[in-house]
């Protein structure tokens, strides 16, 4: 019998049914592999870039001079210009004290928004008192040069102000307090941990950026947050603080829940005083008017006996 050749049989089958060799499967599995670890590279990069995006957005909203913008210092207060140790002029407005001696020189720090135009009230009712007060705005904000990227430019910009006050206004550190709102408690805490003063006013401050990471990205994977630049960690640092601190905070705070406030005072040394403020919110040193600034300068009179009351 004549044998017929059948596709498969051993015998003179066409090549085109034969199985793909070992070495293909490795060239398709070796291009495969290299293939997904750029996706994957590509797609950690644009994680990893926009994360610190996001991060910079939240953390600082700077609004700086226009064009044509008219500036006019308020009466009391005098034009000032001093300089980082990385080269930026920074803006401000000194107020000096409507008694003699001052009390106290204050250094404040303000928040993430804005600049020093919305808050030189504070500034006048402050000297009123009897304290003198430098007001500044960040690297970026207001008349101020360069660009707020990150927490290291902020507490450089809060060393520059302390070195402007001691050396060029004469004020002893023994007589500094370091007075800040939101963001600029942050810098109060870092310059505290590591400068002396007088004493320390936090209000409405955030206890560290991990702890707003839960707030403003509550979908951000906790295990993630050590990708995040800014740390922020005015609790870690407190315990470095060596005078009075007083704590104040909105009991419906919206931005910073009042939780943070009680975990700064936990980590502040002694003495120390919280004050939660009932049906205030985040910006609330003006509503609450004269009575709230009253009791900030009882406390800056008399740091230790006011923290004990």
């Keep these: 019998m004549t044998s017929r050749n059948f596709p498969g049989n051993g ?15 490795r060239i398709f599995s070796l291009k495969s592999l290299i293939v997904l670890i750029v996706l994957l590279t590509v797609f950690a990069c644009a994680f990893f870039f926009g994360l610190r995006k996001v991060e910079r957005a939240v953390a600082f909203h700077p609004v700086s001079v226009q064009a044509g913008e008219t500036w006019i210092a ?17 803006h401000g407005w000194f107020f000096k004290a409507q008694a003699t001696p001052a009390t106290a020189t204050i250094i404040y720090f303000h928040g993430n928004g804005g600049n020093i135009k919305n808050i030189g009230w504070l500034g006048e009712h402050l000297a009123a008192r009897g304290l003198s007060v430098l007001l500044f705005d960040y690297r970026g904000y207001g008349r101020s040069e360069g660009s707020l990227e ?57 206890s560290s950026g991990r702890d707003m990471a839960k707030v403003v990205l509550p979908w951000l994977p906790s295990q993630l947050y050590f990708l995040a630049k800014n740390r922020f960690d005015s609790v870690g640092k407190l315990s470095r603080v060596h005078c009075a601190v007083l704590i104040t905070h909105g009991e419906s705070d919206e931005t910073v829940p009042t939780e943070q406030a009680r975990t ?16 205030a919110d985040h910006n609330f040193s003006g509503s609450l008017g004269e009575k709230y600034l009253d009791t900030i300068t009882e406390f800056i009179k008399d740091p230790a006996n006011a923290a004990n009351h």
């Design 264 to 279: 700064l005072f936990a980590a502040a040394n002694q003495p120390k005083k919280l004050m939660i403020l009932p049906g």
């Design 74 to 90: 308020p009466a009391l207060a005098e034009d000032v210009w001093f300089s980082t140790n990385d080269g930026y002029r920074l």
């Design 150 to 206: 990150d927490e290291a430019g902020l507490y450089a910009d809060a060393d520059a102000a302390y070195e402007y006050v001691l050396s060029k206004r004469g004020v002893p550190p023994q007589k500094v307090v370091l007075y800040g709102h939101s963001l600029g408690t942050a810098a109060v805490a870092d310059l505290a941990a590591r400068r002396e003063c007088a004493a320390v006013i936090m209000e409405s401050g955030p």
């Design 11 to 25: 015998n003179g089958s066409s090549s085109s049914a034969r199985p793909p060799s070992k070495g293909r499967y």
